[in-house]
Protein backbone atom coordinates (compact mmCIF):
# COMPACT_ATOMS: atom_id res chain seq x y z
CA UNK A 1 0.00 0.00 0.00
CA UNK A 2 2.69 2.74 0.76
CA UNK A 3 4.71 1.57 -1.94
CA UNK A 4 1.53 2.41 -4.75
CA UNK A 5 0.89 5.70 -2.33
CA UNK A 6 4.91 7.41 -2.84
CA UNK A 7 4.97 5.89 -6.20
CA UNK A 8 1.53 7.86 -7.36
CA UNK A 9 2.77 11.05 -5.06
CA UNK A 10 5.67 10.97 -7.21
CA UNK A 11 4.02 11.25 -10.39
CA UNK A 12 1.83 13.82 -8.87
CA UNK A 13 4.66 16.19 -8.17
CA UNK A 14 6.21 15.22 -11.29
CA UNK A 15 3.15 15.72 -13.37
CA UNK A 16 2.14 19.34 -11.81
CA UNK A 17 5.92 20.82 -11.11
CA UNK A 18 8.53 19.64 -13.33
CA UNK A 19 7.53 17.71 -15.96
CA UNK A 20 6.89 20.32 -18.72
CA UNK A 21 3.73 18.65 -20.31
CA UNK A 22 0.69 18.53 -20.30
CA UNK A 23 -0.48 15.25 -18.32
CA UNK A 24 -2.63 13.90 -15.63
CA UNK A 25 -2.11 12.36 -12.47
CA UNK A 26 -4.10 10.63 -9.39
CA UNK A 27 -4.02 12.61 -6.19
CA UNK A 28 -6.53 14.37 -3.67
CA UNK A 29 -8.21 17.97 -4.76
CA UNK A 30 -7.21 17.18 -8.56
CA UNK A 31 -9.27 19.12 -10.10
CA UNK A 32 -8.62 22.01 -8.21
CA UNK A 33 -5.52 22.58 -10.44
CA UNK A 34 -8.46 22.28 -13.04
CA UNK A 35 -10.05 25.19 -12.58
CA UNK A 36 -12.97 22.75 -11.18
CA UNK A 37 -12.52 23.28 -8.09
CA UNK A 38 -16.56 22.61 -7.78
CA UNK A 39 -16.23 19.14 -9.41
CA UNK A 40 -16.54 16.84 -6.03
CA UNK A 41 -19.74 19.22 -4.99
CA UNK A 42 -21.05 18.34 -8.49
CA UNK A 43 -20.83 15.02 -7.89
CA UNK A 44 -21.94 15.11 -4.19
CA UNK A 45 -24.62 17.02 -4.97
CA UNK A 46 -25.98 14.65 -8.04
CA UNK A 47 -25.59 11.47 -5.49
CA UNK A 48 -27.57 13.71 -2.96
CA UNK A 49 -30.22 13.89 -4.85
CA UNK A 50 -30.15 10.79 -6.10
CA UNK A 51 -30.21 9.47 -2.77
CA UNK A 52 -32.81 11.68 -1.30
CA UNK A 53 -35.63 10.22 -3.87
CA UNK A 54 -34.11 6.76 -3.66
CA UNK A 55 -31.58 5.34 -0.94
CA UNK A 56 -31.19 2.34 -2.58
CA UNK A 57 -28.89 4.20 -5.20
CA UNK A 58 -26.06 4.11 -2.39
CA UNK A 59 -25.42 0.86 -2.77
CA UNK A 60 -25.72 0.30 -6.05
CA UNK A 61 -23.09 3.27 -7.01
CA UNK A 62 -20.88 1.30 -4.29
CA UNK A 63 -20.80 -1.35 -6.66
CA UNK A 64 -20.46 0.00 -9.94
CA UNK A 65 -17.38 1.35 -8.73
CA UNK A 66 -16.33 -2.19 -8.05
CA UNK A 67 -17.29 -3.75 -11.16
CA UNK A 68 -15.70 -0.87 -13.03
CA UNK A 69 -12.27 -1.59 -11.39
CA UNK A 70 -11.82 -5.24 -11.71
CA UNK A 71 -12.65 -4.56 -15.86
CA UNK A 72 -10.21 -2.83 -17.92
CA UNK A 73 -8.95 -0.97 -14.40
CA UNK A 74 -11.09 2.06 -12.93
CA UNK A 75 -11.70 3.41 -16.43
CA UNK A 76 -15.70 4.49 -16.68
CA UNK A 77 -15.54 1.02 -19.15
CA UNK A 78 -18.14 -0.28 -17.55
CA UNK A 79 -20.53 2.87 -18.25
CA UNK A 80 -20.06 2.62 -21.81
CA UNK A 81 -23.42 1.71 -23.88
CA UNK A 82 -23.03 -1.06 -26.70
CA UNK A 83 -22.81 0.55 -30.04
CA UNK A 84 -22.54 -0.96 -33.76
CA UNK A 85 -18.86 -1.08 -33.19
CA UNK A 86 -18.65 -2.71 -30.14
CA UNK A 87 -22.21 -4.32 -29.41
CA UNK A 88 -20.04 -6.85 -26.59
CA UNK A 89 -19.89 -4.37 -23.86
CA UNK A 90 -19.02 -4.84 -20.05
CA UNK A 91 -22.78 -3.77 -19.17
CA UNK A 92 -23.61 -6.70 -21.01
CA UNK A 93 -21.62 -9.51 -18.85
CA UNK A 94 -24.24 -11.89 -16.72
CA UNK A 95 -22.48 -10.32 -12.91
CA UNK A 96 -23.44 -6.06 -14.29
CA UNK A 97 -27.14 -6.99 -15.52
CA UNK A 98 -28.03 -6.40 -12.30
CA UNK A 99 -25.95 -3.24 -11.64
CA UNK A 100 -27.64 0.29 -11.33
CA UNK A 101 -27.19 3.58 -10.74
CA UNK A 102 -25.86 4.77 -14.17
CA UNK A 103 -28.45 7.61 -14.61
CA UNK A 104 -27.01 9.13 -11.14
CA UNK A 105 -23.50 9.03 -12.94
CA UNK A 106 -25.03 11.01 -16.08
CA UNK A 107 -26.58 13.54 -14.30
CA UNK A 108 -23.64 14.49 -12.61
CA UNK A 109 -21.92 14.56 -15.54
CA UNK A 110 -24.37 16.79 -17.44
CA UNK A 111 -23.65 19.38 -14.50
CA UNK A 112 -19.83 18.97 -14.70
CA UNK A 113 -20.57 19.30 -18.83
CA UNK A 114 -22.23 22.87 -18.21
CA UNK A 115 -19.59 23.67 -15.44
CA UNK A 116 -16.51 22.34 -16.68
CA UNK A 117 -16.45 21.62 -19.91
CA UNK A 118 -14.45 18.44 -21.15
CA UNK A 119 -12.58 18.34 -17.69
CA UNK A 120 -14.13 15.91 -15.37
CA UNK A 121 -13.59 12.23 -16.31
CA UNK A 122 -16.43 9.45 -15.95
CA UNK A 123 -13.99 7.44 -14.30
CA UNK A 124 -13.81 10.10 -11.48
CA UNK A 125 -17.24 10.93 -10.94
CA UNK A 126 -17.78 6.51 -10.55
CA UNK A 127 -15.04 7.02 -7.86
CA UNK A 128 -16.22 10.00 -6.13
CA UNK A 129 -19.97 8.90 -6.13
CA UNK A 130 -18.79 5.62 -4.42
CA UNK A 131 -17.34 7.67 -1.88
CA UNK A 132 -20.50 9.79 -1.28
CA UNK A 133 -22.76 6.99 -1.04
CA UNK A 134 -20.49 5.43 1.82
CA UNK A 135 -20.73 9.17 3.68
CA UNK A 136 -24.44 9.01 2.91
CA UNK A 137 -25.02 5.78 4.39
CA UNK A 138 -23.43 6.16 7.57
CA UNK A 139 -19.64 5.30 6.38
CA UNK A 140 -16.07 7.25 7.47
CA UNK A 141 -15.74 10.36 5.05
CA UNK A 142 -12.22 10.14 3.25
CA UNK A 143 -10.50 11.61 0.44
CA UNK A 144 -10.85 9.94 -2.97
CA UNK A 145 -7.66 10.74 -5.23
CA UNK A 146 -8.67 11.98 -8.82
CA UNK A 147 -7.25 12.50 -12.09
CA UNK A 148 -8.31 9.24 -13.87
CA UNK A 149 -9.05 9.11 -17.64
CA UNK A 150 -11.74 7.43 -18.95
CA UNK A 151 -11.04 4.17 -21.06
CA UNK A 152 -12.05 3.19 -24.85
CA UNK A 153 -12.08 -0.32 -24.61
CA UNK A 154 -15.10 -1.75 -23.12
CA UNK A 155 -15.76 -6.08 -23.51
CA UNK A 156 -18.18 -8.33 -22.19
CA UNK A 157 -15.57 -11.71 -22.33
CA UNK A 158 -13.39 -9.82 -20.27
CA UNK A 159 -15.73 -8.86 -17.73
CA UNK A 160 -16.96 -12.01 -17.68
CA UNK A 161 -13.16 -13.16 -16.72
CA UNK A 162 -12.67 -10.68 -14.21
CA UNK A 163 -15.28 -10.32 -11.89
CA UNK A 164 -16.40 -12.45 -9.10
CA UNK A 165 -18.81 -15.18 -8.65
CA UNK A 166 -21.18 -15.89 -5.72
CA UNK A 167 -20.31 -19.49 -6.24
CA UNK A 168 -16.35 -18.72 -5.60
CA UNK A 169 -14.51 -20.24 -3.16
CA UNK A 170 -12.33 -18.12 -0.52
CA UNK A 171 -9.45 -19.31 -2.29
CA UNK A 172 -10.94 -18.34 -5.89
CA UNK A 173 -12.04 -14.92 -4.53
CA UNK A 174 -8.73 -14.13 -3.00
CA UNK A 175 -6.91 -15.19 -6.36
CA UNK A 176 -9.22 -12.38 -8.16
CA UNK A 177 -8.69 -10.18 -6.39
CA UNK A 178 -4.72 -10.78 -6.06
CA UNK A 179 -5.16 -10.31 -10.22
CA UNK A 180 -6.17 -6.71 -9.20
CA UNK A 181 -3.40 -6.19 -7.06
CA UNK A 182 -5.34 -6.55 -3.75
CA UNK A 183 -4.51 -8.69 -1.14
CA UNK A 184 -6.89 -11.31 0.71
CA UNK A 185 -7.23 -8.98 3.48
CA UNK A 186 -8.20 -6.06 1.61
CA UNK A 187 -10.80 -8.75 -0.24
CA UNK A 188 -12.05 -9.53 3.34
CA UNK A 189 -12.22 -6.06 4.26
CA UNK A 190 -13.96 -4.82 0.79
CA UNK A 191 -16.66 -7.67 1.03
CA UNK A 192 -18.48 -5.96 4.11
CA UNK A 193 -20.03 -3.25 1.54
CA UNK A 194 -22.54 -5.96 1.68
CA UNK A 195 -23.35 -4.56 4.45
CA UNK A 196 -26.00 -2.18 2.30
CA UNK A 197 -27.80 -3.06 -0.64
CA UNK A 198 -29.79 -6.10 -2.21
CA UNK A 199 -30.52 -8.78 -4.39
CA UNK A 200 -33.43 -10.47 -5.71
CA UNK A 201 -34.95 -13.90 -4.56
CA UNK A 202 -33.68 -15.58 -7.53
CA UNK A 203 -29.58 -15.56 -5.92
CA UNK A 204 -31.35 -16.58 -2.94
CA UNK A 205 -33.67 -19.37 -3.75
CA UNK A 206 -31.22 -22.36 -4.46
CA UNK A 207 -29.92 -21.67 -0.71
CA UNK A 208 -33.72 -22.12 1.01
CA UNK A 209 -35.18 -25.18 -1.23
CA UNK A 210 -33.88 -28.41 -2.59
CA UNK A 211 -30.69 -27.87 -1.30
CA UNK A 212 -28.05 -30.67 -2.37
CA UNK A 213 -27.28 -33.36 0.01
CA UNK A 214 -29.73 -30.84 2.68
CA UNK A 215 -32.97 -33.05 4.98
CA UNK A 216 -34.71 -30.40 4.97
CA UNK A 217 -33.71 -28.86 1.88
CA UNK A 218 -32.18 -25.77 3.49
CA UNK A 219 -28.48 -24.55 3.41
CA UNK A 220 -27.38 -25.78 6.44
CA UNK A 221 -24.62 -22.75 6.97
CA UNK A 222 -27.98 -20.66 6.86
CA UNK A 223 -28.91 -19.58 10.40
CA UNK A 224 -32.38 -21.68 11.06
CA UNK A 225 -34.51 -18.22 12.29
CA UNK A 226 -33.05 -16.12 8.95
CA UNK A 227 -33.89 -19.17 6.28
CA UNK A 228 -37.20 -18.67 8.11
CA UNK A 229 -37.31 -15.29 7.29
CA UNK A 230 -35.88 -15.46 3.67
CA UNK A 231 -38.68 -18.20 3.01
CA UNK A 232 -41.26 -15.84 3.74
CA UNK A 233 -39.92 -13.05 1.46
CA UNK A 234 -38.90 -15.86 -1.25
CA UNK A 235 -41.62 -18.27 -0.84
CA UNK A 236 -40.93 -21.29 -3.14
CA UNK A 237 -42.61 -20.85 -6.47
CA UNK A 238 -42.39 -17.17 -5.75
CA UNK A 239 -41.46 -13.70 -7.81
CA UNK A 240 -37.50 -14.44 -8.70
CA UNK A 241 -37.30 -10.64 -8.89
CA UNK A 242 -38.17 -9.85 -5.44
CA UNK A 243 -35.89 -7.56 -3.34
CA UNK A 244 -33.54 -9.67 -0.70
CA UNK A 245 -31.78 -6.80 1.39
CA UNK A 246 -27.81 -8.31 1.60
CA UNK A 247 -28.13 -7.41 5.50
CA UNK A 248 -31.24 -8.00 7.36
CA UNK A 249 -30.22 -6.12 10.65
CA UNK A 250 -28.99 -2.75 9.30
CA UNK A 251 -29.97 -2.65 5.94
CA UNK A 252 -29.52 0.84 5.08
CA UNK A 253 -26.37 1.81 7.19
CA UNK A 254 -22.74 1.46 6.03
CA UNK A 255 -21.77 -0.32 9.41
CA UNK A 256 -19.66 -3.80 9.68
CA UNK A 257 -22.98 -5.74 10.37
CA UNK A 258 -21.88 -7.90 7.71
CA UNK A 259 -19.23 -9.43 9.48
CA UNK A 260 -21.77 -9.97 12.67
CA UNK A 261 -23.86 -11.31 9.95
CA UNK A 262 -21.06 -13.64 9.03
CA UNK A 263 -20.47 -15.49 12.27
CA UNK A 264 -24.30 -15.84 12.80
CA UNK A 265 -24.64 -17.43 9.41
CA UNK A 266 -26.94 -14.66 8.41
CA UNK A 267 -25.44 -13.36 5.21
CA UNK A 268 -26.72 -14.86 1.85
CA UNK A 269 -24.31 -15.69 -1.27
CA UNK A 270 -21.93 -18.69 -1.16
CA UNK A 271 -18.94 -16.55 -1.28
CA UNK A 272 -19.99 -14.66 1.73
CA UNK A 273 -20.37 -17.76 4.13
CA UNK A 274 -16.63 -18.91 2.23
CA UNK A 275 -15.18 -15.76 4.11
CA UNK A 276 -16.27 -17.32 7.36
CA UNK A 277 -16.02 -20.70 6.70
CA UNK A 278 -11.96 -21.07 5.20
CA UNK A 279 -9.65 -21.48 7.86
CA UNK A 280 -7.47 -18.92 5.83
CA UNK A 281 -10.13 -16.06 6.01
CA UNK A 282 -11.90 -16.60 9.14
CA UNK A 283 -10.15 -15.09 11.73
CA UNK A 284 -9.60 -11.96 9.85
CA UNK A 285 -13.42 -11.71 9.03
CA UNK A 286 -14.66 -12.69 12.63
CA UNK A 287 -11.93 -9.33 13.79
CA UNK A 288 -13.76 -7.07 11.39
CA UNK A 289 -17.24 -8.18 13.45
CA UNK A 290 -15.45 -7.29 17.01
CA UNK A 291 -13.87 -3.60 15.51
CA UNK A 292 -16.17 -1.20 13.86
CA UNK A 293 -13.95 1.67 13.94
CA UNK A 294 -10.74 -0.49 12.71
CA UNK A 295 -13.33 -2.00 10.08
CA UNK A 296 -14.13 1.28 8.24
CA UNK A 297 -10.82 2.70 8.22
CA UNK A 298 -9.54 -0.48 6.27
CA UNK A 299 -12.41 -0.06 4.38
CA UNK A 300 -11.94 3.13 3.04
CA UNK A 301 -7.90 2.49 2.65
CA UNK A 302 -8.78 -0.24 0.47
CA UNK A 303 -11.22 1.14 -1.64
CA UNK A 304 -8.81 3.82 -2.52
CA UNK A 305 -6.45 1.38 -3.00
CA UNK A 306 -9.19 -0.86 -5.37
CA UNK A 307 -9.75 2.78 -7.16
CA UNK A 308 -6.31 3.40 -7.65
CA UNK A 309 -6.10 0.17 -9.83
CA UNK A 310 -4.51 0.16 -13.63
CA UNK A 311 -5.57 4.20 -13.48
CA UNK A 312 -5.30 5.74 -17.26
CA UNK A 313 -3.58 8.61 -16.81
CA UNK A 314 -1.14 10.38 -19.03
CA UNK A 315 -1.46 12.39 -22.23
CA UNK A 316 -5.53 12.12 -23.05
CA UNK A 317 -5.71 10.33 -26.56
CA UNK A 318 -2.51 8.05 -25.65
CA UNK A 319 -4.39 5.96 -23.07
CA UNK A 320 -7.44 7.62 -22.32
CA UNK A 321 -10.20 10.15 -22.73
CA UNK A 322 -12.33 12.55 -21.21
CA UNK A 323 -15.95 11.98 -22.09
CA UNK A 324 -18.11 14.03 -23.57
CA UNK A 325 -21.20 11.52 -22.11
CA UNK A 326 -20.39 8.60 -19.90
CA UNK A 327 -21.68 6.19 -22.15
CA UNK A 328 -19.70 6.66 -25.51
CA UNK A 329 -16.84 6.73 -26.17
CA UNK A 330 -16.14 10.65 -27.94
CA UNK A 331 -15.55 8.85 -31.08
CA UNK A 332 -18.86 7.56 -31.46
CA UNK A 333 -20.28 10.46 -29.55
CA UNK A 334 -19.11 12.85 -32.49
CA UNK A 335 -20.60 10.03 -34.82
CA UNK A 336 -23.61 10.13 -33.74
CA UNK A 337 -23.62 13.90 -33.35
CA UNK A 338 -22.72 14.00 -37.50
CA UNK A 339 -25.25 11.46 -38.01
CA UNK A 340 -28.34 13.36 -36.37
CA UNK A 341 -27.12 16.63 -37.97
CA UNK A 342 -26.79 14.87 -41.42
CA UNK A 343 -30.49 13.71 -40.48
CA UNK A 344 -31.46 16.62 -39.90
CA UNK A 345 -30.38 18.32 -43.05
CA UNK A 346 -31.98 15.43 -44.44
CA UNK A 347 -34.94 16.24 -43.39
CA UNK A 348 -34.98 20.08 -44.07
C1 LIG B 1 -16.12 -10.94 -2.99
C2 LIG B 1 -16.89 -11.27 -3.97
C3 LIG B 1 -18.23 -10.64 -4.28
C4 LIG B 1 -19.26 -11.28 -4.86
C5 LIG B 1 -19.30 -12.73 -5.31
C6 LIG B 1 -20.34 -10.33 -4.98
C7 LIG B 1 -21.56 -10.58 -5.55
C8 LIG B 1 -22.66 -9.76 -5.44
C9 LIG B 1 -23.98 -10.09 -5.89
C10 LIG B 1 -24.39 -11.36 -6.62
C11 LIG B 1 -24.79 -9.05 -5.57
C12 LIG B 1 -26.30 -8.96 -5.80
C13 LIG B 1 -26.60 -8.27 -7.10
C14 LIG B 1 -28.08 -8.29 -7.40
O1 LIG B 1 -28.68 -9.37 -7.30
O2 LIG B 1 -28.61 -7.23 -7.77
C15 LIG B 1 -23.99 -8.07 -4.90
C16 LIG B 1 -24.46 -6.89 -4.42
C17 LIG B 1 -23.65 -5.90 -3.96
N1 LIG B 1 -22.27 -5.92 -3.90
FE1 LIG B 1 -21.11 -7.53 -4.12
N2 LIG B 1 -19.93 -9.13 -4.47
C18 LIG B 1 -18.63 -9.26 -4.04
C19 LIG B 1 -17.84 -8.27 -3.50
C20 LIG B 1 -18.22 -6.95 -3.42
C21 LIG B 1 -17.33 -5.85 -3.19
C22 LIG B 1 -15.81 -5.97 -3.06
C23 LIG B 1 -18.09 -4.73 -3.15
C24 LIG B 1 -17.69 -3.29 -3.00
C25 LIG B 1 -16.54 -2.85 -2.63
C26 LIG B 1 -19.47 -5.14 -3.34
C27 LIG B 1 -20.54 -4.30 -3.27
C28 LIG B 1 -21.86 -4.73 -3.41
C29 LIG B 1 -23.00 -3.89 -3.09
C30 LIG B 1 -22.97 -2.53 -2.46
C31 LIG B 1 -24.13 -4.63 -3.45
C32 LIG B 1 -25.60 -4.18 -3.43
C33 LIG B 1 -25.94 -3.63 -4.81
C34 LIG B 1 -27.33 -3.07 -4.96
O3 LIG B 1 -28.03 -2.84 -3.98
O4 LIG B 1 -27.70 -2.82 -6.12
N3 LIG B 1 -19.49 -6.49 -3.54
N4 LIG B 1 -22.69 -8.52 -4.86
Given amino acids: MAGYRIWQLLFAVWAVSGSGVEVSAQFVGY ?31 IRLLFHDCFVEGCDASILLDPSPENPNVEKRSGPNLSVRGYEVIDAAKTQLEKTCPLTVSCADIVALAARDAIVLTGGRHFEMPTGRLDGMVSSTASADANLVSTESSARE ?10 GQDEMITLSGAHTIGRTTCAQVTPRLYNFPGSPNGVDPTLDFDYALHLKQVCPQGGNPNSVVQLDPVSPNTFDNMYYTNGVTGRVLFASDIALFADHQTEFASNLNSENAELWQIKFSNALIHMASNKIKFGRPDEE ?24 HNHGA
Fill in 31 to 61: YRTKDCGIAEAIVTQAVTQAFNQDPSVAPAL
Fill in 173 to 182: LTQKFLAQGL
Fill in 320 to 343: GEIRQNCRLTNARFAATANMSRSA
